[in-house]
């Protein structure tokens, strides 16, 4: 893991920017694509920086939205094609989740 925390958070942001419009990866796919860190690593990268990337597309495994931006994310989802579960609360990690290709 790179010594610098503002290095780390410069390559989660990064790739954030890259996940396409109507994809998702959680934030353990961020951390394993990166090779370094882990979710709960992601997780405060984005917490403290990630206001100025698509911050909806990095989710929960289990498909579900950033905690306390739920509805905002699904604004986002809805408007940009993202598959949602039946239900409409949570990402379809199936269908949605993005290898970073």
Known sequence: MPTDPDEYAE????????IPPGRVMSYGDVAEFLELGGPRQVGRVMSMAGGGV????????????????????????REEGTPLRPEGTKVDMRRARWDGA
Do not use: N
């Open 54 to 77: 698509p911050w909806w597309r990095v989710i929960r495994a289990d498909g579900s939205p950033p905690a306390g931006h739920e509805q905002r994310a699904l604004d986002h989802y």
């Open 11 to 18: 390559l989660v942001l990064e790739l954030v920017e890259r």
